[in-house]
Nanobody
């Protein structure tokens, strides 16, 4: 059974940093054959795309709102993905989710419906 588990969320002051992790298990194909996405959802708002790493060769794209502040990385051997978040702002607050789709190259990554598998999310709160 394919499973994604996020961790690393918490409360941080504006300008601070957090590193989110997403552990994958039960994937029927090699992990490098999966596109992996990060999304976030603030209270009362729709789920918003943050970043996507394609299936091999693992090209990464970012939403304009996080470009230059967030960095996506993945360790295919460990089946782990990470989202390093720097210079955090209050508007970055929300529940952060990782998502997976096999043989996916982020062509329509911003659409929630493009992704079949989701984690349960981890809360990030940016507040003084």
């Amino acid at each position: 059974q394919l499973q994604l588990v996020e961790s690393g969320g918490g409360l941080v002051q504006p300008g601070g940093s957090l590193r989110l992790s997403c552990a994958a298990s039960g994937f029927p194909f090699p992990f490098e054959d999966y596109g992996i996405g990060w999304f976030r959802q603030a209270p009362g708002k729709e789920r918003e795309w943050v970043s996507c790493s394609s299936a091999s060769p693992g090209r990464t794209t970012y939403a304009d709102s996080v470009k230059g502040r967030f960095t996506f990385s993945r360790d295919n051997n460990k089946k782990m993905v990470y989202l390093q978040m720097n210079s955090l702002k209050p508007e970055d607050t929300g529940v952060y989710y990782c998502a997976a789709e096999d043989h996916y190259y982020c062509s329509a990554a911003t659409a929630v419906t493009s992704w079949d598998s989701w984690g349960q999310g981890t809360q990030v709160t940016v507040s003084s």
